[in-house]
């Protein structure tokens, strides 16, 4: 009989979440930086041990969640709109209350991102703080929420290398020093990646804008 270690077992256990659990998993984005994954688990369902990047998780729905590593775990009641940011590890999920789970992962993958010298531009929720909020802001990523009024706009500023995420259908003019300038209609649900850049945003539509970015800092 093989005897297994404490990092043989690590080893062992980190594989892809897409890979071993597809029947709770849907991909919704992947380029070479980042993907967003959708994980649905009904009451008393588990994903088994997989290895998780630097990850954002956003809640969909209402639920009870036991994330265990190890012989370590963190119980916690999650509400639509909840954030937490996770570091790398090995580690199982677990539905432990009596409602779907339903909810997005935003993971950071390895390839590099290129260095940025930021100003206070690039802090627009400082700038607009009545349109943008920071949920999340450490040394690996900044998340913000942005609800932006018809006829608003968030002034020109520096962007990381980024995730966005709509939470409304809405319109809006993008302009930046790497895109020419257009109007994008845009449908609730959708994902899109924005390189560093230099830009500005405007709501030209008649309802509320609301999305979330998530940007990487490394």
């Known amino acids: 009989m093989m005897t297994m270690t404490q990092s043989d077992s690590t080893r062992y256990y980190a594989r892809n979440l897409n890979e071993v659990s597809a029947e709770h998993v849907n991909l919704l984005f992947k380029n070479r930086h980042a993907m967003v994954s959708e994980i649905v688990l009904k009451p008393g369902e588990k994903l088994p041990p997989h290895r998780g990047g630097q990850r954002v998780y956003y809640a969909l729905t209402n639920f009870e969640t036991k994330l265990s590593r190890g012989k370590q775990f963190i119980c916690g009641y999650w509400h639509p709109g909840s954030v937490h940011w996770h570091q790398e590890d090995v580690h199982t999920l677990e539905n432990i209350g009596d409602t779907e789970a339903k909810f997005l992962v935003f993971s950071r993958k390895y390839s590099l991102l ?9 802090y ?22 942005v ?14 290398g980024r995730l966005i995420y709509s939470l409304t259908d809405y319109e809006v003019f993008y302009e930046s020093n790497k895109m020419e300038a257009a109007n994008h209609s845009i449908k609730e649900g959708s994902i899109y990646w924005h390189g560093t ?20 800092k490394k």
């Open 114 to 122: 290129p260095e940025v010298i930021l100003d206070r531009s690039s």
């Open 124 to 145: 627009f929720a400082e700038v607009v703080p009545d349109f943008a909020h920071i949920r999340v802001e450490n040394e690996f990523v900044r998340v913000t929420e």
């Open 147 to 160: 609800t932006l009024p018809a006829g608003e706009e968030l002034p020109e500023h520096i962007g990381l």
């Open 197 to 216: 850049d230099r830009y500005v945003v405007r709501n030209i539509g008649k309802t509320m804008a609301h999305f979330f970015i998530v940007a990487f």
